[in-house]
């Protein structure tokens, strides 16, 4: 299963907005509507901020949002702010019945 | 309140084996599927491999990269779940995370995360 494809960096100015991007196939990403989204910073675990494509746990910002089209899913961040700076995996459910991440997306807010 | 502790990581020599342990406190353990994760030093997420509710049969899946070596089990009367790796290569060196999933885990809801532990293979 080879990995999800995410651009290596994004970067914004307080208060942009951002998308990154995850790439992958019908045999995970389009074929599921079970791509999640995760945020980490530097030494620690990762945060779940988007579930089933586009479903916010609770206490994660309305900031944050998910969309799908055919076999790409897509992060959007609003509002840009400074603490959003991390990296960022996509993670999709596979055909296989395994889990397959993205390659992370580093965000730089400038 | 949810917590997931890790334990169980240390040095260890290529081919020799050991156990990680998540306890999880805060959360009926057996409602929930358990996963495991791995981040390389410096590299990004791989997931290690899940194991199901007994609703859904304490059915398990892992990745290829550990298929046949690794083996995760649960104890719901402790409220822990178990990462038994033998073989080990040192392409295992890694930080370990478990992770509380959804009731239907390939929602992929993983929610909750411990703190992970440090597993290193080196002679």
């Known amino acids: 299963q080879s990995a999800l494809t995410q651009p290596a960096s994004v970067s914004g100015s307080p208060g942009q907005s951002i998308t990154i991007s995850c790439t992958g196939t019908?045999?995970?990403?389009?074929?599921?509507?079970?791509v999640s989204w995760y945020q980490q910073h530097p030494g620690k675990a990762p945060k779940l901020m988007i579930y089933?494509?586009?479903n916010r746990p609770s206490g994660v910002s309305n900031r944050f949002s998910g969309s799908k089209s055919g076999n790409t899913a897509s992060l959007t961040i609003s509002g840009l702010q400074a603490e959003d700076e991390a990296d960022y995996y996509c993670?999709?459910?596979?055909?296989?019945?395994?889990?397959?991440f993205g390659t992370g997306t580093k965000v730089t807010v400038l | 309140e949810v917590q997931l502790v890790e334990s169980g990581g240390g040095l260890v020599q290529p081919g020799r084996s050991l156990r990680l342990s998540c306890t999880a406190s805060?959360?009926?353990?057996?409602?929930?599927?358990m996963s495991w994760f791995r981040q390389a030093p410096g590299k990004g997420l791989e997931w290690v491999g899940f194991?199901?509710?007994?609703?859904?049969?304490?059915?398990?899946e892992y990745a290829a990269s550990v298929k046949g070596r690794f083996t995760i089990s649960r104890d719901d009367s402790r409220g822990i779940a178990y990462l038994q790796m033998n073989s080990l290569k040192t392409d295992d060196t890694a930080v370990y995370y478990c992770?509380?999933?959804?009731?239907?885990?390939?929602?992929?809801?993983?929610?909750?995360w411990g703190q992970g532990t440090l597993v290193t293979v080196s002679s």
């Open positions: 089933e494509v586009s």
């Open positions: 993670s999709s459910f596979t055909s296989s019945t395994t889990f397959v």
């Open positions: 194991i199901t509710s007994k609703f859904y049969r304490g059915t398990t």
């Open positions: 019908s045999s995970d990403v389009g074929g599921y509507n079970y």
């Open positions: 805060g959360i009926t353990f057996g409602d929930y599927a």
């Open positions: 992770s509380k999933g959804g009731q239907l885990v390939r929602s992929g809801r993983f929610d909750y």
